[in-house]
């Protein structure tokens, strides 16, 4: 009896090619139904490179930046806008992994092109979240996005010859109190909702002060203490993260901004 379906042959053939060739076919098929987009802008994704297109990647124009907060170094390679706001909102409200590893891998170039005299190991500070803003997304989106940056780093150090550097993450800042959405907020108010918001949690003392962070000494002899965020505005967050680690007898060697406004920037 002759076949009522003249392309099962064909699809049979499709099915029983080996699996890896099978996988690509089926991702080529899926490409052409449903092209990629750009992470930010959500046009057409055929001009650029990676995840973001052409218009996107020259409006973002990634490269080293550098300034001072609270006599502390900071670096980043984003200066913020409309571009990399949305990447950051994916990230931080959706829990989008593309987006979210896209700014780790810009923060782990930051500090590994920092310039600074790193040592051995390398101790990462994430800038902490409300008990609220946890809840409601479930999960602590700096967090995660320093062990996305571990990861980076690794990988950055690892084609450097550099595979022997230790990179922790430690979280001793909690948030003492409710906070108003910063968002909402002026520089001004920025300042007055974080001042004495955050506190040094003591059952971290003895691991940092095991790892030799308070002690003196060259880089190359004691942690390099890192705070991590993703944006900074005003300075307000990244300010009081330097205050309460401060207070607390520890003095953070550097900060690492996902991306900075440009007025903080000075080259």
């Avoid at 990676?50 to 390679?77: D, K, M, S, W």
């Avoid at 920025?190 to 001042?195: F, G, I, P, S, T």
């Amino acid at each position: 009896m002759e076949n009522p379906h003249p392309s099962s042959r064909s699809m049979r053939t499709i099915f029983n090619l080996p699996h890896s060739w099978g996988m690509s076919l089926l991702s080529g098929l899926a490409s052409l139904l449903f092209p990629p987009l750009c992470l930010s802008c959500s046009g057409d994704l055929a001009n650029g490179k990676g995840v973001l297109c052409l218009r996107c990647e020259r409006a973002i124009n990634e490269r080293n930046h550098q300034g001072i907060i609270n006599g502390v170094p900071f670096y980043t390679r984003l200066t913020y806008g409309l571009e990399i706001s949305q990447l950051v909102l994916l990230a931080k409200e959706e829990n989008n992994r593309t987006a979210r590893n896209y700014l780790a891998c810009s923060l782990a170039r930051a500090l590994s092109d920092s310039g600074e005299e790193i040592g051995a190991r390398i101790i990462l500070v994430p800038a902490p979240s409300t008990r609220a803003a946890t809840r409601v997304r479930g999960f602590e989106h700096c967090l995660l996005l320093a062990r996305s940056m571990r990861s980076e780093l690794a990988d950055i150090f690892r084609s450097e010859w550099r595979a022997g550097v230790d990179i922790a993450i430690v979280q001793p800042l909690k948030v003492t109190r409710a906070l108003q959405d910063q968002s909402l907020l002026n520089p001004a108010q920025r300042m007055a909702n974080l001042q004495g918001a955050y506190r040094f949690n003591e059952n971290f003392r003895a691991l940092l002060e095991g790892a030799g962070v308070r002690h003196g000494g060259g880089a190359a002899r004691r942690p390099y203490l890192v705070l991590v965020d993703d944006v900074m505005t005003s300075g307000a967050t990244m300010g009081e993260g330097i205050r309460a680690l401060r207070g607390a007898g520890f003095e953070p060697d550097m900060a690492i901004l996902a991306c900075v406004s440009p007025r903080l920037i000075s080259q």
